[in-house]
C-alpha cells in the first residue's frame, strides 16, 4: 500500500498534467482497493496487530508495521478521500500539476504510514514529514495569503513537535524499546508520566487542534485549495486523535486522568469559543474550520472520558468528521470553482438552480449538526453518554454544541442555498457534474451507511478499545468526579443490602460490564 | 404489516424526493398519497384490533444500530396500545392532508418537493411512536424536526420561512438538549435505553438520588425534569413556545400536519410513553401539571388578540397542548391521550378549513378583512362550524358531545379530582382558558362567517380584483402562499360599497373539500363513540400506560357543578364573542383602548420574542464577533505566531544566514537532529 503511491508519486513528478492526473488517480484507486482488501481480510477478534512488517534498519531503530482496528479504520478513512481528493483537484490544479500529484501521493503514503507505524521513530518521521507535503500544497498551490498561512501551520505544529521529540527520545532511554505495542504495555513512573503526557499533548493538541492553539487552522483551511482542506480535515486532524489513543493514554494512564480536566475545561471552552466564533463567520471555508475545532473538542472530551462508549464515540466522531468536514469542503470547492469566492454573501438561493447540489449541502450539513441517521449523531451521541458518566457539568457544556452547531450551520445554509438569488452569475451556476457527483455520491453513502449501520465500523475497533478501557480502568483507579446514586438515609432499609455495590445501587439485572470496568471513583 | 406501514412513506418520500422534477408532479403526488393511503389502510386493523381486545402489543426487529460496551439499541418497531392510536392519527391525517395539497399545492413548481417532505416527515414521526428505545425515539424526533424544518422554510425565498424554519429547529434544539441529558443519565442509573427495560426496572430507583451539576437531586424527578424539557420544546410549552407561531409561514398543510396533529403532540406522547417514570416522580410531575397550565392559559390570551387567522389556531394548538400536559401532570394519561386523540382531528379540521379560507380568500390571512364568509363558501363554513364545536366542547352530560367535550371534561375533572394542590391551580387555570378558548374561536368564526364584508381593504383580494389572477409577479416577494387557484373570478364589479371590492371567493376545490368533511366526522364523533375504552378502561390500554383507577373512580365522582363548569364557561365565551363581535363590533376596540398596556403585552405575545433576541441571539452574535476578534485573532494569535515571528525577525539578525526561508533547509535540519538523536541514543 505504501509502495503504490510512492511509486505514482515518482512516476507524477516526471510527467506532463494530463498523465500525472491519470496516473494519480490510478495510483489511490489501487490503495483504495487494497485499502478494502485490508479490511475484509482484518481479522475481527483476532490478533490485536495484525499484518506485521518488521525488518531491523540499524541498531534498535525498526521498520516496523502493523494495525490493529483503530488503525485500520483510520487507514481506510485516509484511502478512501485520497481518489476524491485527486477528483477534487482535477479542474482546479493547472499550474505544476505534476508536483502538485506527487506531493498528494507523499501525503498518502505518510498518513497510511503514521496511522501502521509500530516503531516510536518510524512514527516521528511519518508524523512530522506529514507536515512537509501539506506544507507545499498551501505554499504553492493556496490562495493569496499562502504564505503567512503555511508558514503559521509550519510554526505552531513544529512547536508541538520538538517537545514530542524530546518525550520519544527519554522514553526509549527509559523502557528500552522503541516498538510501540511494547511501550503501551510499559508502565512508567507516574511522575515521569505527567511531563512525558504534557510533552505529547503539546504536538497532538496542536494537531488535533484544540483551543487555545487552533489559530493556525481557519487560516491554512481558508489558503489551501479544495483537496487540501479536504485532507487537513479528513485525515490530517485526526493524527492527534489517533495520538492521543495510541500514545497518551495507553501510555501514560495516570498523567491522562491526571491531566482530564485541563482537557475537559480546553474542550468545553472550545465548543463554545468556536461556534460563537463560527456563527459570525463570512467565509465559508472560515465557518468550516472553526466548526471542525469545536467538533474536535467533542472528540477530546470522548477519549479523556475513560469508559468504552466515550472512547468509541470519539473515534466515531473523528471517522464522520473525516468524511463530513471533507464533504463540506468539497461543497464549498464546488461552488468556489464557479465563482471563485468563499464569500457566503456573494450566494443565495442556490437550491433553485442547483437542486442536486443543495440535497448533498442538505445532508452534509445534518450530519454536521449531528441529526441522527447520520455518522455525526452516532459518534456524538456516544462520546457525550461517556463523558456524562464523568461529568455531568461538562456533558452538559459539551452538549450546548448541539444547538450552536444547528444555529450556524443552518444559518450558512440558508444564507447560500436558501434565500433569493441575488446575484446572477451564482444563479447561473450548472447544477452538478459527473465528476463532481462522484466525489459526492461515495460521501454520501459512506456518511448514512455509518449513521443506521454504525456496527460495520465499530466491530473492528471494539476489541482494541476495550483493551484500551482495561489498561486504563488498571492503572487509573483514582477516577475522577463521576455520579454516585446512594440510597437516601431515609430509606436504607431496601438500600443497605445494595449499597456495598460500590454505589450504583439501582442496577437491573443486566448490570453494565463498562461501568465496572471503568475507573470507578474514588468512593 | 407494521413495515409497511412505517417504511411506505419513506419509499415514497425517496422516490419522490430523488426524482423530483425529473418524475413529474403526478407520479410524485400519486407515488406519496398513495404510500399514505395504504398506511392508513393498514393501521385502522390494528388499531381496531386494540379497541376489540383481540391484539397484543409486540416488537417487530429491523436491524441492529450501535453496539458500545454495554450499551446496545437496535431498530425495532414496537406496536401497543399507545402505538396504535397514534398510528391511526398519524396516518389519517398524513393521508387526508396529502389529498388537500393536491388542491392547495395545484400551482406550486416544486410540488414533487413538499410531497416528498410531507412523506419524509411522517415516515420520522411513524418511526417515533413505534421507537422500542429512547435513541430511536429521538431519531424520530429529530427527524420530524428536519422534515418540520424543511416545510417551514418551503418558500425558502421568504426571508420570514427561513428565520422561522432556523428559529424552530434551534428552539427544538434546546430541548433536545434535556433529552439527550435525560437519556445519557437514563443510561447511567438504568444501564439501558430500552423503554421497556427502563419501566420496570424504574421502581429500584425511587428514593434515589444523584449528583447532577453538583446539585444532589432525586434521581427520577430531575431525569424525567431533563426529559420533559425536551417535550416542552416539541410540544411549544411556555419558554420554549416561540417557534410554534411562526411556524406558521410554512403552507397550510403542513400547519394542519406537523403544527396541530401530529409533531407537536410527540411530547405528550413521549410523557404518556414514559408514564410509570413520570408516576414516580412527583416533583417533575407537579412542573409538568403547573408548565402545562401556564402553556394553556397563556396561549389562549395570546389567541384572543390575533389577527392572523393560522396564528389564533396555532395559539390555540399551544393551549391544547398545554392541557394535555397538565392532564399528563396530575396522572390523567389517558385522559392525555384521548385528548390528543380528538385534537388530531379536530385542530387539522380548522387547519385545513383556515387554508380554505386563505385560498377563498386570494391569501389574505388577517381576519379583519373577511366577513360574511358563510354564504360564499357553505362547506368551508360547515366545517369549521364542526372544528369550532368540537374545540370548544360543546355537548350535554350523559346525552351527546362533539370531540372536546368528552376529552377536555375528562381533563378538567381530573385535575379537580387528583386533589392536589397543582391539581386544583390547573383546574382553574384550564376553566379560565376553556373560557378563552370558546371566546377566540367564535371571535374567529364571527370575524370571518358573520358580518359585513370587509374584503375591500385587503391588499391581496385588491391585487386580485385589479390585476386578475393570471400575474405572475403579483405578490410582493415571489411564491408567498403560493397565488391563486386557477378558479376564474367573476367580472370585477365597479361596486364597491358593499365592502367586497367586487371580489366572489370561490369554494376550493373537491379535492381539498372531501378531506374536510372526512375529518368533520372525526370532530363530531370521535369524542362520543371511544371515550369510554380511553377514559375507563384499563383493558384497553393493556398497560401501555400507567392507569391510575383511583383517579378515575375520583373523576367520575367529582361534584356535578365540576363537570357543568366547561360548559359553562363555554357558554360564557361564545356570549362575550356574540356580544363583542357580532351585537356591537365598537366593543373590542374600547376594551383594548382601555386596558392599554395589558392589551399590548397580550397581542406581543408577552415580549417573549424580544426578550429572547435581546438575552440570546444578540449577545450570541456579539460574544462570537468579540472572541473571534479578541481573543483569536487579538490575544492568541499576536502572541502566538505573530508574536514569536516578530522575536524571530528582530533577534535572529545573527543567525539570518541560516534563516534562508526554504522549506528543504528546514526539513533537512530536521532530519539532521533526528539523526543526531537517534544516533546519540543509540551508541550511548
Known sequence: MLLVPFVGAIACLFSDARAARTIALVATLIDLALGIVLWANYDIGGAQWQFVEHAPVFASFNWALGIDGIALMLIVLSVFLMPICIGASWNAITTRVGEYMAAFLFMEVLMIGVFAAQDLFLFYIFFEAGLIPMYLIIGVWGGDNRIYASYKFFLYTLFGSVLMLIAMLWMANEAGTTYIPALMAHDFPVDAQNWLWLAFFASFAVKMPMWPVHTWLPDAHVQAPTAGSVILAGVLLKMGGYGFIRFSLPMFPEASEHFAWLVYILSMVAVVLTSLIALVQHDMKKLIAYSSVAHMAIVTVGLFAFNVQGIEGGMIVMLSHGLVSGALFLCVGVIYDRLHTREISRYGGLAINMPQYALFFLLFTMASIGLPGTSGFVGEFLSLLGIYQVSSWVALVATTGIILGAGYMLYLYWRVAFGVQRNADAAAMPDLSVREWLMLGPIALAVLWMGIYPESFLAPMRADIHRLDARLARAAPEGDARLVLVEPTAATVVGEEHAPVGGEAAHPAPAPAAMHTAPEGAH | ?684
Open chain 2, 1 to 684: 404489516m407494521i413495515e409497511i406501514i412505517v417504511f411506505a412513506p419513506l419509499l415514497a418520500a425517496i422516490v419522490a424526493g430523488l426524482g423530483n422534477r425529473g418524475l413529474g408532479n403526478t407520479v410524485a403526488k400519486v407515488v406519496t398519497t398513495g404510500a399514505l393511503f395504504l398506511s392508513c389502510a393498514l393501521s385502522w386493523p390494528i388499531f381496531l384490533g386494540f379497541l376489540g381486545g383481540t391484539a397484543e402489543p409486540g416488537v417487530v426487529p429491523v436491524l441492529h444500530w450501535v453496539q458500545s460496551g454495554s450499551l446496545s439499541f437496535d431498530w425495532s418497531l414496537r406496536v401497543d396500545t399507545l402505538t396504535a392510536i397514534m398510528l391511526v392519527v398519524i396516518t389519517s391525517v398524513s393521508a387526508l392532508v396529502h389529498l388537500y395539497s393536491w388542491g392547495y399545492m395545484d400551482e406550486d413548481p416544486d410540488q414533487p418537493r413538499f410531497f416528498a417532505y410531507l412523506s419524509l416527515f411522517t415516515f420520522a414521526m411513524l418511526m417515533l411512536v413505534t421507537a422500542n428505545n429512547l435513541v430511536q425515539m429521538f431519531f424520530g424526533w429529530e427527524g420530524v424536526g428536519l422534515a418540520s424544518y424543511l416545510l417551514i422554510g418551503f418558500w425558502f425565498r421568504k426571508p420570514t420561512a427561513n428565520a422561522a424554519a432556523i428559529k424552530a429547529f434551534v428552539v427544538n434544539r434546546v430541548g433536545d438538549l434535556g433529552f439527550m441529558l435525560g437519556i445519557f443519565g437514563l443510561f447511567l442509573v438504568f444501564g439501558t435505553v430500552s423503554i421497556p427495560e427502563i419501566l420496570v426496572a424504574a421502581p429500584t430507583a425511587a428514593g434515589s438520588s444523584i449528583t447532577f451539576l453538583g446539585m444532589r437531586l432525586s434521581t427520577l424527578d430531575i431525569l424525567c425534569f431533563l426529559l420533559f424539557i425536551g417535550a416542552m420544546g416539541k410540544s411549544a410549552q411556555l419558554g420554549l413556545h416561540v417557534w410554534l407561531p411562526d411556524a406558521m409561514e410554512g403552507p397550510t398543510p403542513v400547519s394542519a400536519l406537523i403544527h396541530a396533529a401530529t409533531m407537536v403532540t410527540a411530547g405528550v406522547f413521549m410523557v404518556c410513553r414514559l408514564s410509570p417514570l413520570f408516576e414516580l416522580a412527583p416533583v417533575a410531575s407537579t412542573i409538568v401539571t403547573i408548565i402545562g397550565a401556564a402553556t394553556c392559559l397563556f396561549a389562549a390570551t395570546v389567541g384572543t388578540t390575533q389577527w392572523d387567522i393560522k396564528r389564533v389556531i396555532a395559539y390555540s394548538t399551544c393551549s391544547q397542548l398545554g392541557y394535555m400536559f397538565f392532564a399528563a401532570g396530575v396522572g390523567a394519561y389517558g385522559a392525555a391521550m384521548f385528548h390528543l386523540f380528538t385534537h388530531a382531528f379536530f385542530k387539522a379540521l380548522l387547519f385545513l378549513g383556515a387554508g380554505s379560507v386563505i385560498h377563498a380568500m386570494h391569501h389574505e390571512q388577517d381576519m379583519r378583512y373577511y366577513g360574511n364568509l358563510r354564504k360564499e363558501i357553505p362547506i368551508t363554513f360547515w366545517a369549521m362550524m364542526a372544528g369550532t364545536l368540537a374545540i370548544t366542547g360543546v355537548g350535554i352530560l350523559d346525552v351527546f358531545g362533539f370531540a372536546g367535550f368528552y376529552s377536555k371534561d375528562a381533563i378538567l375533572e381530573a385535575a379537580y379530582a387528583s386533589g392536589s394542590e397543582a391539581g386544583r391551580t390547573a383546574f382553574w387555570l384550564g376553566a379560565f382558558a376553556a373560557l378563552l378558548t370558546s371566546f377566540y374561536s367564535w371571535r374567529l368564526m364571527f370575524l370571518t362567517f358573520w358580518g359585513r364584508p370587509r374584503w375591500a381593504l385587503s391588499e391581496h383580494i385588491q391585487h386580485a380584483v385589479h390585476h386578475g389572477h393570471d400575474d405572475p409577479d403579483e405578490a410582493n416577494p415571489p411564491r408567498q402562499e403560493n397565488s391563486d387557484m386557477g378558479e376564474p373570478h367573476h367580472v370585477p364589479s365597479p361596486d364597491k360599497g358593499d365592502g367586497t371590492a367586487g371580489y366572489h371567493p370561490h369554494e376550493s376545490p373537491w379535492v381539498m373539500l372531501i378531506p374536510l368533511l372526512i375529518l368533520s366526522v372525526g370532530a363530531v364523533f370521535a369524542g362520543f363513540v371511544f371515550h369510554h375504552q380511553f377514559i375507563d378502561s384499563a383493558a384497553f390500554w393493556n398497560g401501555s400506560i400507567a392507569y391510575d383507577e383511583h383517579l378515575i373512580h375520583a373523576m367520575h365522582d367529582v361534584p356535578l357543578w365540576v363537570k357543568l363548569t366547561a360548559t359553562i364557561v363555554m357558554l360564557v365565551g361564545l356570549f362575550i364573542a356574540w356580544l363583542g363581535y357580532l351585537r356591537d363590533t365598537s366593543i373590542p376596540g374600547k376594551f383594548a383602548d382601555q386596558l392599554g398596556p395589558i392589551y399590548r403585552f397580550v397581542y406581543n405575545k408577552w415580549y417573549f420574542d424580544e426578550l429572547y433576541r435581546l438575552i440570546f441571539i444578540r449577545p450570541a452574535f456579539w460574544f462570537g464577533r468579540q472572541f473571534w476578534h479578541a481573543v483569536d485573532v487579538g490575544f492568541i494569535d499576536r502572541f502566538g505566531p505573530n508574536g514569536v515571528a516578530e522575536l524571530v525577525d528582530k533577534g535572529a539578525y545573527a543567525a539570518k544566514r541560516l534563516q534562508s526561508g526554504y522549506l528543504y533547509s528546514y526539513a533537512l535540519i530536521m532530519l539532521l537532529g533526528l539523526v543526531a538523536a537517534t544516533s546519540w541514543f543509540m551508541v550511548r
